[in-house]
């Protein structure tokens, strides 16, 4: 059994997955601009915080532009696991930033999908990219999923803490009822 990972520029390598996720970035950023904002808003926190979130926002791409070169592996139980992972975290991924973008600017997030989950987007997104290694096979693109997980795990954090200063008693009891990622 041959461990490398194969990579092999294609038109019908994995990266046709990645499109129908950028598709929401492309909309917010050219025609929700306020969304973008609040999305985007670092507002008190610490440079370290400020290194993680920027990490984890950019790590997404490379992952992306790897699958370019990364074909769809002939392991048929892989194939159909990873389809079903990736129509489920593809409709909690739009179902996640729908909620977000309609959540008024000033208010906690805690309706839609963010009653199951303090952070559907991360978890969702994740889910996703777990969904494309497994359909590829690919140990690299998995190896850098473990490696961009990390980086999301200190976002969040630094999320929470700014949240939970801004929503006080209100936030921390959203805390105590919902789980950060989906299981407590």
């Known amino acids: 059994m041959n461990f490398v990972p194969a990579f092999h520029p294609g038109f019908t390598n994995a990266w046709i997955l990645c499109i129908p996720f950028l598709v929401p970035a492309f909309i917010i950023g050219m025609l929700k ?25 950019l790590a997404p791409y490379p992952f992306m532009v790897g699958t370019v070169w990364t074909p769809f592996t002939s392991l048929k139980p ?32 805690t309706a839609g999908v963010y ?9 969702s997104a ?5 969904s494309i290694s497994m359909m590829t096979a690919n140990p690299v693109l998995i190896a850098y999923l473990v490696v961009l ?10 999320e ?3 949240c939970s200063k801004k929503f006080g008693t209100e936030f921390q009891e959203y805390i105590r009822k919902v789980p950060r990622y989906l299981i407590r």
């Not at 601009?33 to 926002?57: L, Q, W």
């Not at 009653?115 to 978890?123: A, G, K, L, Q, T």
């Not at 997980?149 to 630094?158: D, G, S, T």
């Open 33 to 57: 601009k306020d969304v973008a904002r609040r999305m985007s808003d670092m507002t008190g926190y610490s440079a370290r915080e400020r290194f993680f979130t920027i990490s984890a926002s």
């Open 78 to 109: 892989f194939i159909y696991a990873g389809s079903a992972l990736y129509c489920v975290g593809m409709a909690a991924f739009y179902a996640s930033i729908y909620s977000f973008a309609v959540t008024p600017p000033g208010k906690p997030l």
């Open 115 to 123: 009653r199951f989950s303090r952070n559907p987007i991360y978890v």
């Open 126 to 130: 994740s889910l996703v990219f777990l």
């Open 149 to 158: 997980l990390v980086l999301q795990h200190f976002m969040i954090l630094a």
């Open 160 to 162: 929470e803490r700014i």
